[in-house]
């Protein structure tokens, strides 16, 4: 159950992070909205990494997939914490020609090297794939908050999407970094926390940490978590945000470090869920484990990570799509040279499209299990062209084809409703064979 003092802990949020949102405006530049002049140091980016990846999807989905499919979900933070170390090999590269061509989005490399077509087919590919991972946070957040505070599903949403909506109309990239700060912390040491609460007394097998428990569905959620952070359009943005490469570095061991943390503490809310109430549905878990097994105080905390970690996701995706619609569309399809304060424009114009149009599907759809496999179908379409890019020379038609196979794969499965774990690395492999075979015979 929920009492006064854990809807106090959520108000006292919402207040700080708006807060924290509008304090950055101070002394804003054009290139500090729109990439925090490229210059930041470990702290803040190693909190901004761990913020931006621990979201809703983490928290909801992850919880609801370790009470279905036990410690093979756990694999999935993993695989996080393996992108994180696996990005290291790249950064070098990434960041110098970012800093060269002054990048902004991930898109820029693509039509840089390999020209329009391509660039726009991959800008719309992370378009699409953000935008439903917007979804998610908005829907888990919105859900959550109906739950606690006694407000309608409608209303919540409406809440949910004008906190991030006021601080990141104002200050931009600038904004996400300052509260990602906060919010790191506000993830990480409630669930510490927790971790220890739920390890004793909550009837929690030890089993269920087994490794040689985890089924085939281990590699798919590792998958997930590896090629989710080396292809992450947010994940790229931080690398051009970094001062330089020993700073992105040092960022990115020490991410690969806290993100398996954070995953215990998630697991055991799984684990606890799944052991004290077995026949309740897996995307109740984390609302049983939370409102049910942790006293009064302790559940606010667990409220507390939570949103934290899905308003730092929804502000994250939210400017990825607001730097895609500015940078990867606007100004590529125009004619003249786009100014950096007509950037700046066209990015808030975009952060009011995308919180807009996010808000009116939420309203009238809210499965989050489905969105989410579609979600991860489609970020494993994009991966072969990505990793392969960094270290051969790829035909521009042999990328077409690869992704629009792999889009084309995801659709159908998502039509028939054939969308599973089980299922959606096929994208993976249809995309990776198209490519090869594309580079064989394409010209």
Do not use: H
């Not at 020609?97 to 077509?117: C, M, N, P, R, V």
């Not at 809310?269 to 105080?297: Q, R």
């Not at 700046?344 to 114009?349: C, F, I, S, Y």
């Amino acid at each position: 159950m929920f009492y006064t003092i854990d809807t106090f802990l959520i108000i006292s949020y919402f207040v700080i992070i708006i807060l924290i949102g509008l304090f950055a405006v101070r002394k804003q530049t054009t290139e500090g909205f729109l990439i925090s002049n490229r210059k930041l140091s470990s702290f803040p980016l190693v909190s901004t990494i761990v913020a931006s990846l621990i979201g809703g999807n983490a928290i909801v989905v992850f919880t609801a997939a370790i009470f279905l499919y036990g410690i093979s979900a756990f694999w999935g933070f993993i695989g996080l914490s393996c992108g994180c170390l696996c990005l290291i090999f790249v950064t070098k590269k990434i960041k110098s020609i970012a800093d060269e061509k002054k990048f902004y989005t991930l898109s820029d490399f693509f039509y840089e090297k390999y020209g329009k077509s391509v660039g726009l087919l991959i800008a719309f590919t992370i378009t699409l794939t953000f935008f439903i991972l917007l979804l998610i946070q908005i829907i888990a957040g919105s859900i959550l908050l109906s739950k606690i505070i006694g407000l309608s599903y409608v209303l919540s949403v409406f809440i949910v999407t004008a906190v991030v909506f006021l601080y990141l109309l104002a200050a931009g990239f600038k904004a996400v970094v300052r509260t990602d700060i906060f919010q790191s912390f506000a993830i990480l040491i409630p669930l510490l926390i927790i971790a220890i609460f739920l390890s004793t007394g909550k009837g929690i097998s030890i089993s269920e940490f087994n490794p040689l428990r985890s089924g085939f569905m281990s590699i798919s959620f590792f998958l997930y978590g590896l090629i989710t952070v080396t292809i992450g359009a947010d994940m790229w943005q931080r690398i051009y945000a970094g001062a330089n490469f020993k700073t992105i570095k040092k960022s990115l061991i020490i991410s690969a470090v806290t993100l398996p943390v954070i995953g215990i503490g998630v697991s055991m809310i799984g684990f606890a869920a799944k052991a004290n109430f077995p026949n309740i549905l897996s995307e109740e878990a984390l609302i049983y484990g939370i409102s049910y097994l942790l006293p009064v105080g302790l559940s606010g905390l667990a409220l507390v990570v939570l949103f934290a970690a899905i308003m730092s996701t929804i502000d994250t995706i939210t400017f990825v799509l607001a730097t895609n619609f500015s940078r990867d569309f606007v100004s590529r399809l125009k004619t003249e040279e786009t100014s950096k304060k007509d950037l700046v424009t066209l990015t808030r114009l975009g952060i009011f499209i995308f919180i807009t149009l996010a808000l009116v599907i939420a309203l009238f759809y809210s499965n989050i299990i489905n969105i989410a496999l579609s979600l991860a179908s489609m970020t494993f379409v994009l991966a072969p062209t990505i990793i392969g890019s960094l270290y051969i020379k790829l035909k521009r038609n042999a990328i077409l084809l690869s992704i629009s196979s792999g889009l084309f794969y995801t659709f159908l499965m998502v039509f028939l409703g054939f969308i599973r774990p089980e299922t959606i690395t096929v994208s993976l492999f249809i995309s990776l064979t198209s490519l090869v075979i594309g580079q064989k015979i394409l010209k």
